[in-house]
């Protein structure tokens, strides 16, 4: 049975695979049986390296940046025999079979399926080699060589319905009929990402963008996505690519039974929230943004950059957690970014992304809390904290090999706020020590942040103003970011904290550019009371996008003249994207701030619940580890349920 929140949030849906009580459209998992298995990291390296050559091949407009570790080609895996046995396995690619260093003869049955006899105790060692990826498909435990003779533990999933590995398993589609418009076109009725089809026997141009304005666009060399269409075969056709779209039309010639196939991961919507006016909207819309960018990893967006970047998901780690719970996500994201660094240099290429790396494994851990994915993890945690600190000055300030240091889209200096985000960073990385009881690790990072809080207050903050400035030295330069990140991190002393709020929520700073950083604005802001903020600034920025007509939320925040304005990006007319992940911050603003619903202790163990008394009445249910929270405040009184395992902390 559903939740009240899912009852009486259902008519704000505008997802078309939308399910409360069930994946939707059906997992392509067989069962949850272990099968097939792969060296670590290496099915997420695959699965991105897949996605940076559809990058080539449909010539999108944006740079791939960061460097990450090679794929092992060919693994080695093995196991202890206690007995003769007849083995049955399955592999990718070329395989070899030894006991004890001795050959075994293996019988292939079928094309990737092997049969071998273990004449005694022993370790067998099977080598696959593969130009994909290697793997093997056993019910058995296996373990994994490495070239330097350590070992470990092999990755497991489980046998997909296809029968295929799944590295090679193909994302769920689901149809959709688009509505035809009086002047020709076709609106999908809400953004989607997905083939677009037809019958036809010639190829028309099609032209399909996230608006009406981007859609009528006829210029190909202008589009940030391939929107080539080819021949099917019987007298069919479709687009090229997969693309990114609400509307679309086709120019030269009019094809008949149009429809769309749309590429959707499996998701459940285990979360939800009510209340009253738009805030239903707000948050289904938020929620959908995000699904849309679920795919593999937690992505960027949709539509031009569709890659997993580590500031983001700083954000969308959040949102999914409120909205579906998706732990397997966020670790798969987390893997193939610390496969970047910092032997490869900064994760994205880019210095303040290497530092929220470490702060969304902090994220992960309050939210989901996985200490075995911590323990796994924790030699590339350490090794990029530790190369951090070895790029510091005298200051302890972070200043050496800066590749890029991006925070934000908005102009001004950025020195100091990325000093704050690298404070940030170390308390972060302290903590992850802490639950692992590596205490030294930890007290030299807290030590080291100390000194940092310390020499950022001495070099940036100016008294007479009451905040921190842009730059590491007396310049009258002042930006929300490194006064944000100093709320955020928790670096600000209590005695500044007043004015660096009011300093935000006053105005008294250049804006943000992007819903990213004003999503962590309003989380700051309405946790130390500034309701009033909290309430017009999320009218102010999503509260316009559905105003204009959005299903999904964009990359950019501010009020726009027309759709040739809000399009406009990197200096490019169709640059901007309207689904963005980043953009999703209501979908976790709304539970945590309105229900005060927030975890104390790792995977929601102790969670507190502070629903505040001037939003009218609302309920929300919160994805967790154990089982959902569902609250409702209504006319004052508050009803709480939520497994036994948890802890609920009132005041």
């Known amino acids: 049975m559903i939740s009240e929140a899912h009852r009486l949030s259902q008519s704000a849906v505008v997802d078309p695979a939308y399910s409360a009580e069930e994946l939707v459209p059906p997992s392509p998992a067989a069962n949850d049986q272990p099968f097939w298995h ?124 296809s029968g295929l590995p799944p590295h090679l398993e193909a994302i769920p589609e689901l149809p959709l009929k688009p509505e035809k418009q009086p002047d020709g076109s076709y609106d999908a009725g809400r953004e989607v990402f997905g083939w677009i089809e037809a019958d036809s026997n010639t190829l028309p141009l099609l032209c399909a963008g996230e608006s009406r304005y981007e859609m009528a666009n006829e210029n190909p060399a202008l589009s940030e996505q391939d929107l080539g269409v080819i021949a099917a075969g019987n007298g069919k056709i479709r687009s090229r690519s997969p693309i990114a779209f609400r509307y679309f039309r086709f120019s030269g010639t009019e094809p008949e039974n149009v429809r769309c196939r749309l590429l959707i991961p499996s998701e459940q919507y285990r979360g939800a929230f009510a209340g009253p006016g738009r805030l239903n909207d707000l948050w289904m819309r938020s929620a959908y943004t995000l699904r849309l960018c679920m795919y593999h990893f937690l992505l960027d967006g949709i539509k031009r950059d569709r890659m997993p970047w580590a500031g983001d998901l700083s954000l969308s780690l959040l949102s999914n957690a409120y909205s579906f719970g998706n732990g397997a996500i966020v670790k798969r994201t987390l893997t193939v970014l610390g496969c970047s660094g910092p032997e490869f240099g900064d994760v994205n290429g880019c210095t303040d992304f290497s530092c929220w790396l470490t702060i969304c494994h902090d994220l992960y851990q309050q939210y989901f809390h996985d200490p075995e994915y911590l323990s796994r993890s924790w030699q590339s945690i350490r090794a990029r904290t530790d190369a951090l600190i070895s790029r510091c000055d005298s200051n302890g300030f972070l200043s050496r090999n ?70 590491l030295d ?64 999320l009218d102010d920025v999503w509260g316009y996008m559905l105003d204009q007509g959005a299903t999904t939320f964009w990359e950019g925040c501010g009020n726009y003249a027309s759709e040739k304005d809000y399009c406009a990006f990197y200096g490019r007319p169709y640059g901007a ?7 999703s911050g209501p979908a976790f603003l709304l539970p945590r701030i309105l229900m005060g619903l927030a975890p104390v202790e790792d995977g929601w163990k102790t969670f507190r619940c502070r629903p505040v008394r001037n939003f009218g009445n609302f309920c929300c249910t919160v994805p967790t580890p154990d089982g959902p929270i569902e609250a409702s405040w209504k006319d004052g009184i508050l009803t709480l349920n939520h497994p036994d395992s948890l802890t609920c902390l009132r005041d």
Request: charged residues 25%; proline residues 4%; neutral net charge.
């Open 402 to 471: 800066l590749q890029w240091v991006f925070i934000d889209w908005s102009p001004g200096c950025k020195q100091s706020a990325l000093q704050v985000l690298f404070y940030h960073s170390l308390r972060s990385a302290a903590r992850l020590a802490e639950r692992l009881e590596k205490n030294d690790d930890a007290g030299r990072w807290n030590a080291f942040a100390f000194r940092l809080k310390q020499a950022i207050y001495q070099n940036c903050f100016s008294e007479k103003k009451g905040l921190f400035r842009a730059r």
């Open 577 to 583: 994207s309207l689904c963005h992940a980043w953009a």
């Open 474 to 537: 007396s310049t009258e330069e002042y930006t929300r970011h490194a006064n944000l990140f100093a709320l955020l991190s928790g670096m600000a002393e209590e005695k500044d904290r007043p004015g660096l709020l009011n300093a935000i929520c006053n105005d008294e700073l250049p804006p943000f550019g992007t819903p990213f950083l004003q999503a962590w604005e309003l989380l700051v802001a309405a946790e130390a009371g500034k309701l009033e903020f909290f309430r017009k600034k």
């Open 38 to 161: 792969y060296a670590p990291d290496d099915l997420e390296l695959y699965l991105l390296e897949e996605m940076r050559l559809s990058f080539i091949r449909e010539k999108r407009n944006v740079g791939w940046l960061g460097k990450f570790r090679p794929i092992a080609w060919s693994v080695v895996f093995f196991r202890e025999f206690e007995s003769s046995a007849s083995l049955e396995f399955r592999s990718t690619g070329t395989c070899s079979a030894e006991l004890d260093g001795e050959v075994l003869a293996l019988s292939e049955r079928e094309k990737g399926s092997f049969h071998c006899e273990v004449p005694r105790a022993g370790v067998v060692k099977l080598t696959v080699a593969s130009d994909t990826l290697p793997s093997l498909g056993s019910s058995l435990e296996w373990r994994i060589l490495r070239e330097d003779g350590t070992h470990v533990q092999a990755e497991r999933l489980p046998q997909m319905k």
